[in-house]
């Protein structure tokens, strides 16, 4: 939904096209600045090879990577439940 500050008088039919952070500059998750050159590109890619593993336990892995596929497969379940639930509003 798109709220107006205020309101607009339009003609019917009038094309809008609304973009999330227009003129804003692209940054990063961490908030640094969207790497634009190649120089910076390859910097940015220097520094994410080097980071530390997620997971340097073997085993701490193997528990994430198995909570990720129960929590897909309880967000599968509860998908089905909601569009019978759904499906029922047009009988």
């Not at 809008?16 to 227009?22: K, N």
């Not at 940054?27 to 340097?56: H, N, Q, S």
Request: aromatic fraction near 8%.
């Amino acid at each position: 939904m798109v709220e107006l500050d205020e309101s607009v008088d339009w003609p019917d039919e009038t094309s809008v096209q609304v973009s999330a952070g227009a003129g804003e500059e692209e940054v990063c998750v961490d908030g640094t600045p969207w790497p634009k050159t190649e120089e910076e590109i390859e910097a940015r890619c220097r520094e994410i090879e080097e980071m530390p593993p997620l997971f340097e336990d073997p085993n701490e892995l193997v528990r994430f990577e198995t909570y990720l596929a129960e929590s897909k497969a309880e967000q599968k379940e509860l998908e089905r439940q909601s569009w019978e639930k759904t499906e029922k509003l047009f009988e």
